[in-house]
Structures are given as structure tokens and as C-alpha cells.
């Protein structure tokens, strides 16, 4: 038995894939796959709204917030979060706290015609994005159009363990790699996006909540596949979704909820990271962990051993002993551990033996 460490696409509940496998030649007994059906079917109009109404109920969310479900990754919506609500002349505030929210950043400076609208308030570059801001280092206006951060940079392993107040200005967070895994009050934030290859499913969705008051201030004047107004209006049906990965989706909400929703997850998902952290601790050095502890990721937890050497020879035994997708991102090297949602605390159990194995040996 293997598992599967990957960033994204990544670990899918046994359980979901499962019924996936059963239900895939023959949905539901209507004689042929979901796959094959139109989406504008009452039984793919079924999937797509559970989906919308189990993440809402997952999250807590309040009638004031509608969800969309859209193609092109978090990516896209590094762009038509400015394209929707940075009107000429305003700024928008960002907190650049890695890879990621650099993304962000360079992506929305691609939609202005002046790079001072898109104001940098904190950038964690100087100290090589191993922390992450204190209330007190931001200044944020209130009349910015919205201030943009990351929940979790995936590639630097560096979480929001608890959100500043950030007043009145409407918050914007990029939650692709730890969205539904632990409790937030997601009503603090305007908008929340996430892409669903991580905790919720497979490649091909984007979740999108958007609370009503910050939709009322979008731009009307956009392309239709890019405008908010017009995906919420239109139930995010304007063109063919993603009919698969929204099917998956909603699979992997619905046994979510099964699970005990957020707050089981929450507790499992820190007992995992808790774990391996641990053991980071103890091990004198050999694995270490850049990331001040207070920040420490309990989605993606990045180490580093000794030397290259030790690294490459670590990995090649992981694979050797079926534990897959250590290697740490291309841009920053070393060994990302990704426990997401549907990782097993069994599958952090293994890899915790196989570290120390690892250690004793070399
Ligand atoms: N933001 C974060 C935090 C991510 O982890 C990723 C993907 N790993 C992205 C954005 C980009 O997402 P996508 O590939 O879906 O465009």
C-alpha cells in the first residue's frame, strides 16, 4: 500500500473514487455516464446545485453569499478579481507571502495600466517567506478596493494560522490549498477562491464565494465569461462547466460532511500535521523545517535534509517504498510533504516511520 504526497492534483478520498468507479459506466441507472450527459439534464442540474449548497453549508456561509463554479484555476481569478473590482484610479492592497501570492500580484499588475494601483502592503521576500505579517506591521485602507492574501502558499509550506482584523476593507483570499480544512469564519471575507485539486476533488473547478455586497460593486462592463454578476446570474451555467470534476466535486463535499464536516477535518488535520512536526523536532536537525513555527503549514510540510545528496538519495528511496509526490516544488527545492484533506493519518504514519528508518540508515 502506497501513498500519495502530491501538492495537487492530489489524494482523493478512497470512499469517493469508489462510487466514482461505480457510478461512472451507468449514472444512477439512466443507461449511459454523467459524462456523456448534457449539462442542461435535471440529473447534472442536481450535482451542480448540491455541490453550490454543501460547500455553502461546509462553510458556514450566510444567504448574503453566492458561489460559482468556474474553468482556468485559481489562475484566472488572479485576473478577474481586477478586472471585476479595480476600477481606474483605485488600488488594490496585496500581502505577498510567497510563490503564490506573488502570482497574484504580477498577474493583477497585468490587468492596470499604472503598477501603483496594485499596492504591496507586506512582502515576505527579505526574509525568504518564512513568516508571515503581524497585525500591527499592515496598513490597510479602507478605501482600497480590496486587500488580496494567500491562506496557505502551497510551495513554501507558510499558513494563516488566525486572520488579523483587517477593518472594514473587503478581504480577498486565495484558499486553494487549505480550503474546508480546518474552521475560519469564512463570513470575514468578500470573496474566498480555491481550486478544487487539492481538498475537494480533482483539476477542472474553481470554487468561488462571493459575499452580495462586494458583488454589487463589480464592474459591468466585462467579457461575460469574466464577470461575477454574470456568473452568479446565470448559476455559473452561462457555458458547458466542467461536468466531471463538478461531479467529483460534490462527491467529495458530500462525504465531507459524512466525515462530520469541517471541525472533524479541522482536528484530524491538525493531529497529522502535529505529527510530523513533531518528529521534526526530534530528529536533531537531520529533517528541518525553515518555517517559523508559529506559521508552520498543517497542508504542506516542507523540510530539507543535510545535503543534496541525502535529499535526491531520501526521495528515490521514498518512491522505492511507494510514498510518491515528496519532491519539493522546482522553484525552491528540498521535500514538501502535502497531508491535505483525504490523506490518511496512517499514510503520516508510514512516512513518519519511513524518515526515521531513513535517518538511522544514512
Ligand atoms: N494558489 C495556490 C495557493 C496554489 O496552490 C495554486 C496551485 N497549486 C494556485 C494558486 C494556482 O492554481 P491553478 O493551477 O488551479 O491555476
Known sequence: MGYNFSAGPATIYSEVLTQIHNDFLDYKGIGYSIIEASHRTSFYDKIHNDAIEQFKTLLKLGD?????????GATLQYAMLAYNFLSEGQVAQ??????????????AKKTVKNDKN????????????????????????????????????????????????????NVVADMCSDILSRTIDANAFSLIYAGTQKNLGISGVTVIAIKNSFLEKANNHLPDYLSYKKQVEKNSLLNTPPVFSVWVFERVLNHI???????????????????????????????????????????????????????NAFLVAAENA????????????????????????????????????????H
Open 257 to 311: 460532511i459524512q466525515l462530520g464536516g469541517i471541525e472533524a477535518l479541522d482536528i484530524l488535520n491538525a493531529k497529522k500535521a502535529d505529527l510530523i512536526y513533531q518528529y521534526l523536532q526530534e530528529c536533531n536537525g537531520f529533517y528541518n523545517s525553515p518555517i517559523d513555527f508559529r506559521y508552520r503549514s498543517n497542508m504542506n510540510v516542507v523540510f530539507t535534509l543535510p545535503s543534496v545528496e541525502l535529499q
Open 94 to 107: 496585496y500581502i505577498n507571502s510567497g510563490y503564490w501570492a506573488t502570482a497574484a500580484i504580477q498577474n
Open 64 to 72: 448574503d453569499y453566492h458561489v460559482v463554479l468556474l474553468g482556468g
Open 118 to 169: 496594485i499596492e504591496v502592503v507586506w512582502d515576505g521576500s527579505s526574509n525568504n517567506f518564512t513568516r508571515l505579517p503581524q497585525e500591527k506591521e499592515l496598513v490597510i485602507h479602507e478605501k482600497s478596493a480590496y486587500l488580496h492574501l494567500t491562506s496557505n502558499e502551497t510551495i513554501g509550506g507558510i499558513q494563516w494560522k488566525q486572520f488579523p482584523n483587517f477593518g472594514k476593507v
Open 322 to 361: 511507494n510514498l510518491t509526490g515528496l519532491k519539493g516544488h522546482r522553484s525552491v527545492g528540498g521535500c514538501r510533504a502535502s497531508i491535505y484533506n483525504a490523506m490518511p493519518i496512517e499514510g503520516v504514519e508510514v512516512l513518519i516511520e519511513f524518515m526515521k528508518h531513513f535517518k538511522n540508515t
